[in-house]
């Protein structure tokens, strides 16, 4: 079939098309317009199923595109629009990251000002969290010297049971001590994480204003 004759097809194939799609505007319906991987072009007020994920125009009567449908996605194509997005909300972070570092700092002294202030209330905190856990840890020491008078710490046959309240006071003491050392781990973990990020802006800042590193 000849270029010319293939246009004469498709033209009149699209008018009836467009004829019937005009008869059935009142049912909701919509003509499509789309192209398939080999670059043929179809038209029809349904999608076949093996070009369901092709993108297609929505046409009006009159043969116009009048808006835009996106086919099915694929489970890899999904993947890559996430990933795709994702770049695309880091690529802005990092600018408007950019734009913070310039508008509130003139100078790597300023951040080190900053940062020396951050991880001073930082150490002053860790300070008493430590000093917190050797009283409890003392606490805890002088409460199992007590409990080494009785059973089952003490294997004399006459030394008296545990008391209930001495029992209570060792559990109790374990939990305190175990909260506390989560509570300073997690201030450690705190204070290594500002020091990286402080460095992490000290290193972009000097990027952005082509200062020689210290």
Not at 103 to 116: K, P
Request: aromatic share 4%; proline share 3%; hydrophobic share 35%.
């Amino acid at each position: 079939m000849t270029t010319w004759t293939s246009r004469c097809v498709l033209t009149a194939l699209l008018l009836g098309l467009l004829a019937g799609a005009a008869d059935a505007q009142s049912g909701g319906k919509k003509l499509y317009r789309w192209v398939d991987k080999t670059g043929q072009v179809h038209y029809g007020d349904t999608i076949p199923p093996e070009y369901a994920n092709q993108d297609r125009e929505v046409l009006n009567q009159r043969g116009v595109a009048v808006g835009r449908e996106q086919g099915e996605v694929t489970a890899e194509e999904a993947k890559a629009q996430e990933a795709a997005a994702r770049a695309e909300r880091e690529a802005r972070e990092r600018q408007r990251r950019d734009r913070m570092l310039l508008s509130s700092y003139q100078s790597v002294q300023e951040i080190e000002v900053l940062r020396d202030r951050r991880i001073e209330l930082v150490d002053s905190q860790l300070t008493i969290q430590e000093q917190s856990l050797a009283n409890l840890r003392k606490r805890h020491a002088d409460l199992e010297k007590q409990a080494a008078r009785y059973q089952p710490v003490n294997k004399d046959p006459g030394a008296e049971p545990l008391p209930e309240g001495l029992a209570a006071d060792l559990e109790r003491s374990r939990s305190d001590i175990a909260t506390q050392a989560a509570n300073l781990a997690k201030k450690r973990e705190e204070r290594a994480s500002i020091l990286a990020a402080f460095a992490a802006d000290i290193q972009r800042f000097q990027e952005l204003r082509a200062v020689a590193p210290r």
